[in-house]
């Protein structure tokens, strides 16, 4: 039984499950035949599986996100990227001309301006929670588009933003910006993507999604064991790199990707458990903001039927 | 051709095969078909058999304008947006316009623009973003440039085209009496090009208008724009239509005061 | 096939245009409209030839067109009226068109009212490559190409310049004189009126009333130049007008 | 007035005073503007007073295209584009002339539609960009969708107006020699309607283009939209400026392409 | 100040629109052009009033401009030409303003001029509220304004009905009388050429050359209806065109 299904993807690292399940064969072994569907952005792939034109795909939680699974058109229902101390995580970036003037730390982020795509993002509740635990207030930005939020930080039209190490370790590389801090400081485990599927897949296919999960799981593992417990050694790196690069930076030569690959490199949840305390925190927040109803709940948004849960 | 009548036959009259071709718009119309529009979504959504996905329920955007406009917020959102597009607008219909007499008058200067405004014109404002934010920043100057530029290119275009449609034989009346270039100019080339730089102003606003949600992509966080944005990365479909339908007011507002402005100014005009 | 006007009245909105007209058009006749400006006539042809309906009397037909008679009531207009997207011959073929007469028994046609409006040689002539006077007589071989019972004539030569008026005048008495047709035929101009009316009706100013019909029985092809008969007839007019056409040429029009 | 002239005196010739106000355009001059804008910005990037976050350098630019081109990855993306480009702008565009022509000579479809059209008119086309998806699906369907509902309001309000502006005495001539409705549709009012459709189908085109970019928000890996939008999440100048140069040539040759239709068909023009 | 015309030659491009025209414009007469279609009636005009420049041949002005002169030679229009966003009295200072004249001055003149074409009521009139007529006597009320030398008149009556030709042709014929003025008239029509010429120009078809010049003696006001005199040296002229003319409105016009 082939079964056609159709998985979106962003051209990140973080993405690396899918890549790897797809070109070691694990979803064919699993009876998928995956067709991988390219976005340039999150929302709009969220948007797409409520659609029905993607069945599953890994993305930040967002308020757009909560909002889909309250109209009961998506679940999460798996854990993706997490942040995990000891380990290379999300940065928090300061632009050359306020890190001259003083922001050198996170502590320093009182009064600043913080760069974000929109209200509801992943940015914002990272940007919060780091304020809130400094004990300072701050003022976004919504910029709608990395690219502008980097044009900004760059030429100091923004005080300071977070985003994943792949890019910001060659900002910082540049000069035109300051690594001041890591998120996992502040949130040591936080759920930063999940995997996440229409409710009628979640509900009605389970055949389908069960298979899907446990295929992606030996693919971040695959992911994890080369690049962060580096199983392979060099060589397993190197095959890792070689595996990604027909997916991330493709236009770019080998060399010239490889460091942004290895630089991006992240745990993905192994079996993609899913940690439960960090999207509570994440949802309460969205609705402490007002950005989502405030009668959602957690089983709104997810479907724990599938894969391991944890609190931490 | 000319035959002999035939005189039994009694006087018919003649077949009236005129009329037609003639449409007249009727306001009373419109309004219907949008009460029965909104009514049709409105039982559907309640029916079910529209999905919550795929439009907000009538009546729930209302309750959005409503909470807007208890709040306050709708002024919150719809004072920066209007400054943007007055300010935004009022700079690049001003450049555009004296940009596109001088075309019209002056060989050179049409020789030497006229290709690059062609070429700019297809240019998506969007597309621009990342570099605004470097040219003119994150705040208020961004997305006034970002307007000035979107109205900009068509104000060119309409003047410079009214410019060469006013009446050659004006010209010709006003050289003939000695008149100096400069009155020719103000006296007979602006009021005749009048016409068509309102008529090009009104398509100017409504690219103004829709480009407001793209300059407020940038760094806002009020406005109409910056609201709808939000909206729509929330998958927030109510407050996405409240604004939709906001813009689009505005739209038809700016539309019939131009209508106004011609009425005044040019009720010359047989 | 006669014409007969019958009692018509007609008022645009507030504005009374037309008064109680009673006109008759003979078979083989051209009949003159004149009046100064904005005193219905154009009006009143659109009601002889259907185009519009008057608010009060009747515009009958008596008895029934001849044979081979495509469209009874047929206009020449003041602007022409040409497609200017269709060549000479196409501009004629276009109303044989509708009656299903296409090929060569539309060619024949074609080739017949050319020739008599002297066109043959511009069959392939764009509207544009025309001089006034040769756009007018396209217009009239369109006119001739279905046979008309009555050609309803609104200011045809009025569009022309005056040298071009005096040639177009020729072609018409010769027209008529190799086949008599007939004719309502709204003019400004009292020299053609005295030219080509049998019959001339005059109108007075806004809301026009016929205040005289002129008859004028010297046969067409012997009218000339400097005619004192004519000459006398143009001044009777011309009198009965001056004042009405000065009053109609300083109203302000309210817009 | 009259004087006797003064007996001595030489004629003189009459004083020209006439000329002027007749602009040309000539290709030449604009082809030198952008030879020296360009040569301009590769001395300032390369002297340095040009920063490089403010513009690209003009030869790094070219650099792109030659990659581009060399990888074939130029026609990669272009094929794409220009194919949602056609198939979007024939949706629109037919749509948008057929209900124009309806609006010209129905009045009651004049009366509900127009209303409609004129709300719909300054409605930005990226704010609605996440019901897209929800309405045509992520594939191909919404770019077409996307474009086709851009193209359509332009094309109507052109289409109708220009069916408004055919030659009345035209139609009375038809009803006058008692052709068919039909007829007179489609031998009058649809030819007489045809140099008013293609010039709005000039900005309607000129709009396809620009909604190249948002159209390609939705899911597109290949295309010159999206490969505008990756250049300019990456802050790549240099791609972003390759891309938007292929966009406003397109412009310029999809604009000399009508201009050519134009030629042909309304050779009858004086 | 007279006119002399020195022999004018012109091409536009490789079409030779006129070829040696010498003629002599004397103070206080009234000089007519005419001729077929294209024959560059309209062209010469613009050489005499310095809007044009001829390929050969000069433009000479006798003598100079009488006191009080503006604008020594002034225009007017077939197409009026008047601003449709100013009212008759704008129209009219319109020409006024750039000497300086305002206010009270202008005013006396503005007055003066209107009396003299009967619009001294209508002078908060828009142009789109008056007749054909009314807006030829705007043009020339406007003309007179400037006190012209020499008025270039290019079919001023060509545009207007019959009977409204009639009147303005009275109209120009009494302005005459009561202060003779210089003028270059062009006209297609034989009828206007024998009522207002002095001395009548016939030009061939294009290029046009001047094949006679006619002089009129019988003073203007003399000049009545269905004048044998007139009616002869009209018939002449019209000889002497008739078939230029014919061949002028038929040839192709190439665009
Ligand atoms: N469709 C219409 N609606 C309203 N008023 C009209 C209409 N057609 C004509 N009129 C008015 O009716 C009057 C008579 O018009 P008509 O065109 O019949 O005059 P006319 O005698 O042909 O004038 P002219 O000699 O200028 O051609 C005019 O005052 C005109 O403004
Ligand atoms: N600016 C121009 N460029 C090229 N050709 C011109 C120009 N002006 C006039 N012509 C041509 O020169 C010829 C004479 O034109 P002109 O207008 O002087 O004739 P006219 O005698 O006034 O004709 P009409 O009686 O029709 O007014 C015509 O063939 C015309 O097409
Ligand atoms: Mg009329
Ligand atoms: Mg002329």
Redesign the pocket.
Known sequence: QNRKIVVGALRFTSHAGSFVALERGYFAEAGLDVELKFFQAAQPMAVAIASGDVDYAVTAISGGLVSLADKGAIKVIGGALSEEPGIDGQKILASDAAFKAGLTSAKQLGGRTFGMTSAGSSFHYMGSKVAAAEGVQMSFKPLQKVGAIIGALKSGQIDAWVIVPHIAKPLAGSGAVHVIGNISDYLPRYQVTTVFTSAKNAAGERDKTKGFLAAFGKGVHDYNAAMIDKAGGEAGVNAMVDLIHKYVYEDQPREKAAPSIINGTMRLNENAALNVASVRDQLEWFQAEGLVDAKITLDTLLDTSYVETFEA | MSEATAPGQAPVEVRFRGGGFAPKANRWAGAVVFALAIAFVEWGTRAGWISALTLPRPSDVLGVFVELWQSGLLFKHLAPSLSRLVVGAAIGASFGVTLGILIGLFSHVRAALVPVVAAIFPIPKIALLPLFVIWFGIDEGSKYALIAFGTFTPTVVATYGAVDNVDRSLIRMGQSFGLSWRSIVLKIVLPGAMPGILSGLRISLAIAIILLVAAEMLGAEYGIGAYILEAGALYDLERLFAGVVILSLLGVVVSSAIGQIEKRLLGWRS | MDIRLDAISHA??G?E?LRDISLEVPTGRIVCLV?P???????LLRFIGGLERPSAGRVLQLGSPPEGCLNPLTYVFQDFALLPWRTVRGNVSLVLEDHGIRGARADAIIADVLARTRLTDFGRALPKQLSGGMKQRVAIARALAVNPAVMLMDEPLSALDAQTRELLMDDLVGLWARQPFTAVYVT?NLAEAVRLGHRIAVLSR?PGRIREVVEIDKPLAERGYADPELEAARQHLWTLMREEARAADEELIDV
Do not use: I, N, P
């Open positions: 645009y909105g504005t245009v009046g400006s904005g005193c219905g006539k154009s009006t400004h806004r």
